[in-house]
């Protein structure tokens, strides 16, 4: 698991060429790598007059350039899908959408009315053509409970709607055979 830094004042010690290289040598030694990247990735900073700078976002764009697969969450609300579509807009000129798995968070009626499996899918089908997704659902109780005792969900809430869907996520990344967007992955 690569994670973030811990302080923003740090970004420029990661080039895109630092990055890639980082992700080649992972490859060799490690079966899975999950690289935890910021939302943003946007270019602007490339109209900058020093090419030679570092850039801000330089390692969010090499790390979705080179992933094998990229897995994009969203909030299961009218303004966190919104924010959802615009952004993988900007993600598909980076990615292609083969390489991409939709995962939707805390979906819950409260937020999206009746139905809200159906409405999220058809929403995303029809303004962002996505097509393979994993909605979790949204489970306070189960979450609050695995945060209290210190515990993955798994043991904290077995039963967890929640738990089940992070559990269909994590076949679907985990096994080639069962590759939601069709990718090949080493």
């Known amino acids: 698991m690569l994670t973030g830094l811990g302080r923003a004042s740090r970004w420029p010690e990661l080039t895109a060429d630092r990055v890639r290289g980082v992700l080649t040598a992972v490859r060799d030694w490690a079966e899975l790598t999950v690289v935890d990247v910021a939302a943003a990735f946007e270019h602007d900073e490339e109209l900058m007059t ?69 409405q999220i899918r058809q929403t ?8 393979a997704l994993v909605l979790v659902p949204w489970d306070p109780g189960a979450f609050d409970a695995a945060l209290l005792s210190g515990r993955p969900l798994l043991d904290a809430a077995p039963r967890s709607a929640a738990r089940a869907a992070v559990k269909e996520l994590s076949s679907l990344v985990r096994s080639p055979a069962s590759d939601p967007v069709g990718l090949r992955r080493r």
């Open 50 to 118: 020093d090419l030679n700078a570092p850039r801000r976002n330089a390692a969010t764009i090499e790390v979705l350039r080179s992933a094998d697969l990229v897995v994009a969450v969203g909030a299961a609300d009218a303004i966190g899908l919104s924010r959802f579509l615009r952004a993988h807009a900007d993600l598909a000129e980076l990615v292609e959408p083969g390489r991409v798995l939709t995962v939707i968070n805390k979906v819950r009626s409260g937020a999206i009315g009746l139905n809200p499996a159906a």
């Open 124 to 131: 995303l089908a029809r303004f962002g053509g996505i097509q």
